[in-house]
């Protein structure tokens, strides 16, 4: 879907096939860079952090370019939506899939 003839929203095939891509490179990270190997909870969380975030870049984009629900210039509104499921993605990584329960 077009939105203002400048972006593009992620149709659902999209986020599937960045699914479907990011899924392995959370296993090879586990190995190379983390040190550790996670379970099935922990890559639930991995791709439920990565879910929410490519939903809210859907949603916001959609609702401030099309819509026009505030009055943001359509080149500013790509770059407010970046900062925010951005640190979305930092923290959700940081204080939910990537938390290790003390032992």
């Known amino acids: 879907m077009e939105v203002s003839g ?3 929203i992620q149709s659902p095939d999209r986020m599937l096939a960045y699914m479907i ?19 099935s909870r922990d890559l ?12 809210i870049n859907a949603a916001a984009l ?7 629900v505030a009055t943001v210039p359509p080149l500013l509104a790509p770059l407010i939506i970046l900062m925010v499921t951005t640190l979305l993605s930092f923290f959700g990584h940081k204080k939910f899939s990537f938390r290790r329960s003390s032992e």
Not at 44 to 55: D, K
């Open 62 to 68: 959609l609702l401030l370019v099309e819509v026009e």
């Open 6 to 8: 400048l972006y593009t």
């Open 21 to 39: 891509r990011d899924t392995p490179c959370r296993a090879i990270q586990e190995r190379l860079s983390l040190l550790f190997v996670g379970t």
């Open 44 to 55: 639930a969380r991995f791709v439920s952090v990565h879910l929410v975030a490519i939903g």
